[in-house]
C-alpha cells in the first residue's frame, strides 16, 4: 500500500501536470524501478544488470524550472495553464507544488496583464486570435529569468506596452532563499502555423534579449565553472538538480574520456557536449536539427574548449552517415531512436553508445533494435519528473 505524501494542491487530480502527487517519493522511486525491470529485462543479462535508481538531494518540491503555458478563451475569459488531465482545455494554475514558486506567481501576473490589454487568445480550430502561449524559464545556476508569450504574427498594436508590462510583471520575484531573480529579456515567439502546436520558429526581444545563460560545475577537477547559453526556443532540462540528477551520473557511468572523439546525437544546446569538452574530450561533433539551439550549442561547446575540437552539425540525427567516434552519445526525443536512428548507430558502429531516453517504452524499442550488436553494461534512472510517471534512464552499451 502506497504511503500518503503531506503535500496538498488544490489543482491536484483536474490539473495533468501530475499525477502521484499524492504517493511518497520513495514509493514513486520504487514504482519507476520495478516498471523498468519488467520493460526492460530481455536486455538487461538474465538479472546481472539492476536498474539503479537514487533518491533526489531533497524532497522533491517546486523544482521545475519553465513554463510553458497554453493561453484560451473560455466562455470570453483568457485563462493561462496546464491543460486538464485527458483534455485539451486549460485550468488556471494559481499554486503548485512541483514548478518553482516564482514561475507559478510571474505566471498569475502575466495572466492580469494579457487581460488589461484585452490581447485575444489563439483560437486553433477557427486560425484566429493573437496569444498561443505564456513561456518562462528559470536558470538555477545564475537565478536569470527569461519570459515571453507566443503570438501569431510579429506586428500588433499592443507589442510594446505588453513587453513593458511584462517586465515590470518580472521584477521582484525571489528564489526559496530569498535571492532576486534577474530578468534578462522579454520575448515575442511567432508562430504563424494552424494547430495546437505553441512554440515557433522566429523570437526576437522588446526588453533584453532572447537568451538566458546558466552556470554548472565544472567535470574537471579544479576547472572553472560551465556558462551555458540557452535562447527561448531551445530545450534545456527543467528540474533544478538536473545536474546532479542526470549530468553527473551520466559523467560517472563514462569514466575518463580524456582523448576521446565523441559524437553528440540529438545535442541540443551542448549541454552533453560541453561537459565533455571540459572533462578533456579530444573531439566533440554536435548534431541537432534546431537552427536556434546549434546557434546556442556553437556558443557554448567555444566556451568549453580546453584544448578539444568541437563541430556543429545541423542535421536530422541519421540523415547523413555518423563520423568516427570513440563514444556515441544519444539523446532523442520521448520517441527514442527509431529505426532511422538505431541504424546510423549501427552502422557508425562505436565502442561505446550511452542512451538518454525520456521514456522506458522508447528505451525498450531502442535497445531490440541495438543489442544484436551491444551488451547493456549499465543502467540508470534518473527522476527528473518526480511526482508524475515519466524517468529518465541512462544505458551504457559496449559493442560485442
Not at 484566429?128 to 498594436?157: H, K, Q, Y
Request: charge should be positive; glycine fraction near 8%.
Amino acid at each position: 500500500m502506497p504511503r500518503p505524501t503531506t503535500l496538498h494542491c488544490p489543482h491536484f487530480g483536474t490539473c495533468g501536470g501530475c499525477t502521484a502527487l499524492d504517493i511518497d517519493i520513495a514509493d514513486q522511486l520504487a514504482a519507476k524501478q520495478a516498471r523498468a525491470r519488467e520493460l526492460l529485462a530481455p536486455f538487461l543479462g538474465d538479472g546481472a544488470i539492476t536498474p539503479e535508481i537514487a533518491p533526489p538531494p531533497r524532497p522533491p518540491r517546486h523544482d521545475r524550472t519553465s513554463i510553458l503555458y497554453p493561453v484560451q478563451s473560455r466562455r470570453g475569459e483568457l485563462r493561462l495553464g496546464i491543460y486538464r488531465t485527458g483534455t485539451h482545455e486549460v485550468e488556471p494554475i494559481t499554486d503548485c507544488r512541483i514548478q518553482h514558486k516564482a514561475l507559478t506567481a510571474l505566471a498569475v501576473r502575466a495572466g492580469d496583464v494579457l487581460r488589461k490589454l484585452r490581447l485575444p487568445a489563439y483560437d486553433e480550430t477557427a486560425h484566429r486570435g493573437l496569444v498561443r502561449a505564456f513561456r518562462a524559464r528559470i536558470m538555477p545556476g545564475s537565478n536569470e529569468l527569461l519570459l515571453g508569450v507566443v503570438v501569431t504574427r510579429r506586428d500588433f498594436r499592443e507589442r510594446e506596452a505588453l513587453a513593458e508590462a511584462l517586465w515590470r510583471a518580472a521584477q521582484d520575484l525571489r528564489d526559496e532563499q530569498g535571492r532576486e531573480l534577474a530578468p534578462v529579456g522579454v520575448v515575442i515567439n511567432v508562430n504563424e502555423a494552424r494547430g495546437n502546436a505553441l512554440l515557433g520558429p522566429v523570437s526576437f526581444a522588446p526588453r533584453g534579449r532572447t537568451w538566458q545563460q546558466d552556470e554548472v560545475r565544472s567535470p574537471a577537477e579544479g576547472g572553472k565553472p560551465l556558462r551555458l547559453r540557452v535562447s527561448f526556443g531551445s530545450f534545456y532540462q527543467q528540474n533544478r538538480y538536473a545536474d546532479a540528477i542526470l549530468f553527473r551520473p551520466a559523467l560517472a557511468l563514462l569514466g575518463d574520456v580524456t582523448g576521446t572523439r565523441i559524437v553528440d546525437g540529438y545535442g541540443g544546446v551542448a549541454a552533453f557536449g560541453a561537459r565533455l569538452l571540459a572533462a578533456g574530450a579530444a573531439h566533440v561533433t554536435l548534431i541537432a536539427s534546431n537552427a536556434v539551439a546549434c546557434d546556442d550549442a556553437r556558443h557554448n561547446l567555444a566556451a568549453a574548449l580546453t584544448g578539444g575540437r568541437a563541430a556543429v552539425r545541423e542535421e536530422v540525427f541519421g540523415s547523413t552517415p555518423l563520423p568516427a567516434c570513440d563514444l556515441l552519445i544519444a539523446d532523442p526525443p520521448r520517441a527514442g531512436l527509431g529505426e532511422a536512428g538505431a541504424a546510423a548507430v549501427l552502422a557508425a558502429s562505436p565502442p561505446r553508445v550511452l542512451l538518454v531516453s525520456c521514456a522506458l517504452a522508447a528505451l525498450a524499442r531502442d535497445l531490440a533494435a541495438l543489442t544484436p550488436t551491444y551488451r547493456v553494461r549499465a543502467l540508470r534512472l534518473c527522476d527528473l519528473f518526480p511526482h508524475t510517471d515519466h524517468v529518465e534512464a541512462l544505458t551504457l552499451l559496449e559493442r560485442a
